[in-house]
């Protein structure tokens, strides 16, 4: 059921992924409690850990420790990915407006405000662009081609899908954490389900330490994920392409009798057959992988295996072990 909103809940909860960020973890802290506290209004923050294998679990517990009033962590005991550390992270929160936010502070904190704005203006979802983005041409032209890509598969408009930065009302929240899907993408999920969606420009900059932890393989797998999760799309496309290419392999057949009995048999086109041939092994390979990963996510969901395990939540009136 969802989590109703206490009387004494805070107005804003701030939900944080956190995988290997020690030597960004200080700056975000120093950026972000301020600009929280001048809010002025009551708040939350929710860090997840996701098994990290550096020091930041200690700094994320010296920083409860710190400031018990406005901040809780929770630990997962492995690593479960960043989706669902924020899922993890709604499960947690209890404000009526929930902002995610990346640990890496390409994103600004600074820019919080103007999404809660937005949510106020009476908008339940507010999802963000990058201005001026502060990545590699590589990233920039891949993301623009998948963004363009997802877009005519699932019909999910949304400009820049890899901005965490992102705001949610309450009932959005709650609707949200009664998926239970294995895999999901929450900006996508998020976009299906809102009512009154926008989107506004925030600032970018560059990563204040570390490196990215997504790897071309991790983006394409992202992606993948997003496109298998939300259309059939993929599957009608490689039907229409199979039936084309028996239509045309048809054709091809009947051309070759004819030119058997007409001409006699003749080995001249032997190398172009084996062009075809392995083109079309190509597109009945590729056709079984696509396959593959429909029946894959029907596998993981009929498991029905818990999507991450929490080893503990450190917050105010003690700590919850898992």
């Known amino acids: 059921m969802p989590n109703a909103v206490a009387l004494n809940a805070p107005a804003l909860s701030v939900v944080i992924p956190v995988y290997n960020e020690e030597a960004v973890l200080q700056a975000l802290f120093d950026r972000l409690y301020p600009v929280l506290d001048g809010l002025g209004e009551p708040y939350e ?8 294998r550096d020091r930041s679990p200690q700094m994320l517990a010296a920083q409860y420790r710190l400031r018990p009033d406005v901040t809780r962590v929770v630990l997962f005991n492995g690593n479960f990915g960043q989706h669902m550390a924020i899922m993890a992270g709604f499960e947690q929160v209890r404000g009526a407006i929930t902002i995610t936010l990346d640990a890496d502070l390409q994103n600004p904190p600074e820019e919080i405000p ?13 999802g963000t662009i990058r201005r001026h983005r502060e990545d590699s041409a590589f990233r920039r032209i891949a993301s623009k081609a998948m963004n363009r890509l997802r877009e005519n598969i699932t019909r999910i408009q949304m400009t820049d899908q890899g901005c965490m930065l992102r705001a949610y009302d309450r009932a959005l929240v709650d609707t949200l954490n009664a998926c239970r899907e294995v895999n999901t993408f929450i900006p996508a999920l998020a976009y299906t389900f809102a009512a009154s969606p926008t989107e506004i420009e925030v600032s970018h900059e560059e990563r204040f330490a570390g490196e990215s932890k997504y790897s071309l393989y991790k983006l394409v ?23 084309l290419l028996a239509l045309g392999s048809g054709a091809l057949f009947l051309l070759l009798l004819v030119r058997r009995f007409v001409l006699g048999a003749e080995v001249e086109g032997v190398f172009t057959l084996f062009a075809l041939q392995f083109f079309l092994t190509g597109i009945m390979l590729f056709g079984i992988g696509l396959m593959g990963e429909y029946v894959g996510r029907i596998q993981q969901e009929v498991r029905s295996r818990p999507r991450y395990r929490i080893a503990a939540v450190l917050q105010q009136g003690g700590d919850a072990g898992a």
């Open 114 to 126: 103007r999404l809660v704005a937005a949510i106020r203006a009476g908008h339940d979802y507010v």
């Open 221 to 243: 797998r992202l992606n993948f994920d997003l496109v298998t999760g939300f259309s059939i799309v993929p599957l009608q496309w490689f039907s229409l392409i199979g039936m």
């Open 45 to 52: 923050i929710v860090f997840v850990n996701d098994g990290s």
